[in-house]
């Protein structure tokens, strides 16, 4: 086989029987290829519609991250900068540089009306994609067609994985390639190329969100499952060589850049991470009640209960089972994330959803067991060929009542959920406060917002967007307003989210603007405020002649991380 041009004439072993559950399997006869062609094309058909199905307009604005990453794409493509602001090393870009790509590919600002739309389209793909490596990760685990293909629809039909799957996430391009890299290990070859595949899908997990680093150990667990004794040492090693290159290129950037270490009058990495770590505060444990990351997980539970609870309890189980042990440690390490406390993202739960459907589909599949052909147990005798039919049948009980409970009470509840957002628009009076801007916010004038409509009122109006979560923070955003408040025509907010309260403290220019403003203009929970700049005259004495700012904040980590909250909300709850 070859790999960039080059033979590799030594990667291939003999099959170590002591290795793995048995010896490379054929290849399947053309009608068994055709028969698994269907059933992966019947899942991709059903979650695919159930994705697209009001795609635009559920979920709306519950997290201010989405309209983040739609903006440092948009810089990333049109400005030609790592961010629309100081980028100060909070997450690597390879995420939204994806996102820029599809919108290159696309031109899709050119035929929306709402810049997101570009982001959730492209969501879409990546979760057709991650299907497909969803399914093939099956096949490779040694599910049956209809086992792969049902984790394919738990997967992508759960309302948890709508709400997650269309969502402008990092975490979702994080998860495909996370599926992608297990995929890769999983193969009956046991080939450097898998070990290559598997090292550099994983390093475009880490550059794409950091977090997904944590599933490390059980990717390498997969990859000692499925490589040969003799070079195990040899591949493992490549592995890491591949795979810290990869991700070693981010550091490396920061080197050049001169952002490595901290230092005055610039961001840096170290600084950064050393906030992420030490300074930031955390969420808390799930054990504690009421924690913030005890809420996080109810919104979970409140979206679909079914699919976590089965995911969880399919794990135990799966650690018996020999090929599904690193797959359920993958579940187990995140969990054990969340019952230590620290700082868990809004979107933590978007790759266990993958684990859990396939943990459930492999343990279902193994309950299941392989039918047995006629000539089976022909030794045996009449009672013996008996005994077998019914105890092959008796341990099928449990995956019976599991798919005839899935069929009567979990499937309509799932139907229930995606009919009643179908006819939701989260995002109608956002459309109607960046209409109202185009139409009557003067050319050049400052509109301080969320990142939501940041894009559309930088491309669509005359305006100037400035971000609420950048102000008092960002060196950049500090020369633009050098008479603080005062530089502030318009404001577009919604006072009814908890996040707003989380960006007045240590925004002292965003609070003298509130102070000074007054609301002008309705559109549902958003207000669009008018700042009232006083005349000299009105000034004290003291005042006058000099900038009414205040300093702005040393730079050094991501304003708007606080902005998503440790805590998130529950669905009907307003946020950014």
């Given at each position: 086989m070859?790999?960039?041009?080059?033979?590799?004439?030594?990667?291939?072993?003999?099959?170590?029987?002591?290795?793995?559950?048995?010896?490379?399997?054929?290849?399947?006869?053309?009608?068994?290829?055709?028969?698994?062609?269907?059933?992966?094309?019947?899942?991709?058909?059903?979650?695919?519609?159930?994705?697209?199905w009001?795609?635009?307009g559920?979920?709306?604005?519950?997290?201010?991250?989405?309209?983040?990453?739609?903006?440092?794409?948009?810089?990333?493509?049109?400005?030609?900068?790592?961010?629309?602001?100081?980028?100060?090393?909070?997450?690597?870009?390879?995420?939204?540089?994806?996102?820029?790509?599809w919108?290159?590919?696309?031109?899709?600002?050119?035929?929306?009306?709402?810049?997101?739309?570009?982001?959730?389209?492209?969501?879409?793909?990546?979760?057709?994609?991650?299907?497909?490596?969803?399914?093939?990760?099956?096949?490779?685990?040694?599910?049956?067609?209809?086992?792969?293909?049902?984790?394919?629809?738990?997967?992508?039909?759960?309302?948890?994985?709508?709400?997650?799957?269309?969502?402008?996430?990092?975490?979702?391009?994080?998860?495909?390639?996370?599926v992608?890299?297990?995929?890769a290990?999983?193969?009956?070859?046991?080939?450097?190329?898998?070990?290559?595949?598997s090292?550099?899908?994983?390093?475009?997990?880490?550059?794409?969100?950091?977090?997904?680093?944590?599933l490390?150990?059980?990717?390498?667990?997969?990859?000692?499952?499925?490589?040969?004794?003799?070079?195990?040492?040899?591949?493992?090693?490549?592995?890491?060589v591949?795979?810290?290159?990869?991700?070693?290129?981010?550091?490396?950037?920061?080197?050049?850049?001169?952002?490595?270490?901290?230092?005055?009058?610039?961001?840096?990495?170290l600084?950064?991470?050393?906030?992420?770590?030490?300074?930031?505060?955390?969420?808390?444990?799930?054990?504690?009640?009421?924690?913030?990351?005890?809420?996080?997980a109810?919104?979970?539970?409140?979206?679909d209960?079914?699919?976590?609870?089965?995911?969880?309890?399919?794990?135990?189980?799966?650690?018996?089972?020999?090929?599904?042990?690193?797959?359920?440690?993958?579940?187990?390490?995140?969990?054990?994330?969340?019952?230590?406390?620290?700082?868990?993202p809004?979107?933590?739960?978007?790759?266990?959803?993958?684990?859990?459907?396939?943990?459930?589909?492999?343990?279902?599949?193994?309950?299941?067991?392989?039918?047995?052909?006629?000539?089976?147990?022909?030794?045996?005798?009449?009672?013996?060929?008996?005994?077998?039919?019914?105890?092959?049948?008796t341990?099928?009980?449990?995956?019976?009542?599991?798919?005839?409970?899935?069929?009567?009470?979990?499937?309509?509840?799932?139907?229930?959920?995606?009919?009643?957002?179908?006819?939701?628009?989260?995002?109608?009076?956002?459309?109607?406060?960046?209409?109202?801007?185009?139409?009557?916010v003067?050319?050049?004038?400052?509109?301080?917002c969320?990142?939501?409509?940041?894009?559309?009122?930088?491309?669509r109006?005359?305006?100037v967007?400035?971000?609420?979560?950048?102000?008092?923070s960002?060196?950049?955003?500090?020369?633009?307003?050098?008479?603080?408040?005062?530089?502030?025509?318009?404001m577009?907010?919604?006072p009814?989210?908890?996040?707003?309260?989380?960006?007045?403290?240590?925004?002292p220019?965003?609070?003298d603007?509130?102070?000074?403003?007054?609301?002008?203009?309705?559109?549902?929970?958003?207000?669009?405020?008018?700042?009232?700049?006083?005349?000299?005259?009105?000034?004290p004495?003291?005042?006058?002649?000099?900038?009414?700012?205040?300093?702005?904040?040393?730079?050094?980590?991501d304003p708007?991380?606080?902005?998503?909250?440790?805590?998130?909300?529950?669905?009907?709850?307003?946020?950014?």
């Amino acid at each position: 086989m070859t790999l960039a041009g080059v033979t590799l004439d030594w990667e291939w072993e003999e099959a170590e029987l002591d290795l793995l559950d048995g010896p490379p399997p054929s290849p399947p006869p053309v009608r068994r290829r055709w028969a698994t062609l269907l059933a992966l094309g019947a899942a991709l058909a059903v979650v695919g519609a159930a994705t697209a199905w009001n795609l635009q307009g559920y979920p709306g604005r519950v997290n201010n991250d989405e309209g983040t990453y739609m903006a440092r794409a948009w810089a990333m493509l049109y400005e030609h900068h790592l961010s629309n602001y100081t980028y100060f090393w909070d997450h690597p870009f390879g995420g939204w540089a994806a996102i820029a790509g599809w919108m290159r590919l696309t031109d899709g600002l050119a035929w929306t009306s709402r810049a997101l739309m570009v982001g959730r389209d492209f969501m879409w793909v990546v979760t057709m994609i991650t299907s497909v490596l969803v399914f093939v990760l099956a096949r490779r685990l040694g599910m049956s067609r209809v086992a792969s293909a049902a984790a394919v629809a738990l997967f992508g039909l759960s309302p948890l994985a709508v709400f997650y799957h269309r969502l402008v996430f990092l975490d979702n391009l994080s998860t495909m390639w996370v599926v992608a890299a297990l995929a890769a290990a999983a193969t009956w070859r046991r080939s450097l190329a898998a070990v290559v595949w598997s090292a550099a899908f994983f390093a475009a997990a880490t550059w794409s969100k950091e977090t997904s680093a944590l599933l490390l150990p059980a990717l390498v667990w997969l990859l000692v499952r499925y490589t040969p004794r003799r070079n195990r040492v040899k591949y493992l090693m490549i592995f890491a060589v591949i795979y810290g290159g990869l991700v070693g290129m981010w550091p490396l950037l920061a080197v050049v850049k001169g952002e490595l270490l901290p230092g005055p009058g610039h961001v840096s990495m170290l600084g950064e991470s050393f906030y992420q770590l030490a300074v930031r505060p955390g969420t808390g444990t799930i054990l504690h009640y009421r924690s913030a990351t005890w809420v996080q997980a109810s919104l979970w539970f409140h979206l679909d209960r079914w699919l976590p609870e089965a995911g969880m309890a399919a794990a135990l189980p799966a650690l018996v089972i020999r090929r599904y042990r690193p797959i359920a440690a993958a579940i187990g390490i995140q969990v054990l994330y969340l019952v230590k406390g620290g700082y868990v993202p809004y979107a933590f739960v978007t790759v266990m959803i993958p684990i859990w459907a396939l943990l459930i589909s492999g343990v279902a599949d193994t309950v299941w067991g392989p039918g047995e052909p006629a000539s089976a147990g022909s030794g045996l005798g009449q009672v013996g060929r008996g005994w077998a039919l019914a105890w092959r049948w008796t341990r099928r009980i449990p995956v019976i009542a599991l798919a005839a409970g899935f069929a009567l009470v979990v499937a309509p509840q799932w139907w229930g959920s995606m009919r009643a957002q179908a006819s939701s628009n989260g995002f109608g009076t956002q459309d109607q406060a960046v209409a109202w801007v185009k139409q009557h916010v003067p050319a050049g004038d400052i509109v301080v917002c969320d990142d939501y409509p940041w894009v559309d009122i930088k491309i669509r109006t005359r305006a100037v967007p400035v971000s609420l979560w950048q102000v008092n923070s960002d060196p950049s955003v500090s020369r633009m307003l050098p008479q603080g408040y005062k530089n502030i025509s318009y404001m577009i907010l919604d006072p009814s989210s908890p996040l707003m309260f989380a960006a007045l403290p240590g925004r002292p220019t965003l609070n003298d603007a509130i102070r000074h403003s007054t609301v002008i203009k309705h559109f549902g929970t958003i207000r669009i405020y008018k700042v009232r700049v006083p005349r000299p005259s009105q000034l004290p004495s003291s005042s006058r002649g000099r900038p009414a700012g205040r300093a702005p904040a040393s730079p050094g980590r991501d304003p708007s991380d606080s902005r998503t909250g440790p805590a998130g909300h529950l669905p009907g709850q307003p946020a950014f």
